[in-house]
């Protein structure tokens, strides 16, 4: 039987509700392609161990003759194919709970996991071609390296255009979907910040980056993370924006405090703002801190870089107020 249509459909594919018990009963040795497993060591040994390459689990017990005949079938099968699929064994006897859990009422059973989650199965000691033909099946329905690599490079654009979009919520929802199934993904872990950066939350955005591997810190993205939240600390010391803006209202002329709130703007994010009150200065006063609201944006146009929408709509409009 394979497809899960009925015995095998149990509680998997979220949290295991399993208890401990019992340890390995010894009937093929531990490691390598071929391992016994207990109810404690399942989630170890099968659940995150099939993230990796496709697991089939072996339920069965000393008493049961099939088992006896399908067991050095279906390891023989699995040596052959050389780390395509690992297998598992586990004594229902020693370790009734995670059979249990799954409705296995007969044995042997046989159940494929890939991705932590059952995708196949069969039940009964099938001939050596059958069994063949099942893993050949369920090794090649796995995805490979490269279709998990392609799937999570898709994921990474489509939140970041989300982040873009200013769809924070939904943005932050994929990089940590994407960081939960690559810890190490420098791009996912700099997204989430960024989106915690937007949604005002620089103290959450501060202790990410604490808890970032060290392996990946000095990826670009984390540094250009620990970089804009270095600019938005210094930026805050350079007084409210909250009340720059009512300086401003109260006198349009007070380009200190624009020039301020510009610096503050862009710390945040919100480039081409930043842009416009510097462009304002200019139009105003281009002697103000000898020519500081140019020489301001331009160092904002090498930070955002030359690509970036701010940065060719800024330039634009600087060279009409340079050249007209």
Not at 121 to 136: H, W
Not at 281 to 301: C, H, N, P, W, Y
Request: glycine content about 8%; overall charge negative.
């Amino acid at each position: 039987m394979s497809g899960f249509d009925n015995p095998y459909g149990g509680s998997f594919g979220g949290q295991m509700n399993v208890s401990v018990d019992g340890n390995t009963n010894g009937a093929t040795p531990p490691g390598g392609l071929i391992k016994d497993t207990t109810t404690a060591g399942f989630m170890a040994d099968v659940i995150e161990e099939s993230k990796q390459q496709p697991v089939l689990v072996d339920f069965w017990a000393p008493w049961c003759g099939p088992c006896k005949q399908l067991g050095p079938v279906i390891e023989k099968v699995v040596t052959e194919a050389a780390g395509k699929v690992k297998l598992v064994k586990m004594n229902i006897d020693d370790h009734p709970a995670v059979a249990g859990q799954m409705g296995i009422q007969s044995i042997p059973a046989v159940v494929a996991f890939a991705g932590g989650q059952p995708v196949d199965g069969f039940m009964g000691a099938l001939p050596e071609s059958q069994v063949r033909e099942f893993i050949a099946k369920v090794a090649a329905s796995a995805p490979s390296e490269q279709d998990r690599a392609a799937e999570i490079a898709a994921a990474l654009e489509e939140a970041d255009t989300l982040l873009a979009a200013d769809n924070m919520q939904e943005a932050l929802q994929l990089y940590g979907a994407i960081a939960q199934a690559d810890p190490e993904n420098a791009r996912a872990l700099a997204g989430i910040g960024r989106c915690l950066i937007a949604a005002g939350d620089l103290a959450r955005a501060k202790a990410l980056l604490e808890e970032i591997p060290d392996s990946v810190k000095d990826d670009d993205a984390i540094k250009a993370l620990q970089t804009k939240i270095a600019q938005l600390e210094e930026a805050r010391k350079l007084g409210d924006p909250n009340a720059l803006e009512h300086q401003l209202s109260l006198d349009p002329d007070n380009h200190a405090a624009r020039m301020n709130l510009a610096k503050i703007r862009s710390a945040e994010g919100a480039r081409m703002e930043a842009a416009e009150h510097l462009l304002l200065i200019m139009k105003k006063d281009r002697t103000f801190e000898d020519d500081g609201a140019r020489k301001q944006l331009v160092s904002f146009f090498e930070a955002w870089g030359a690509k970036d929408p701010a940065t060719i709509a800024a330039r634009r409009k600087l060279s009409t107020i340079l050249f007209s």
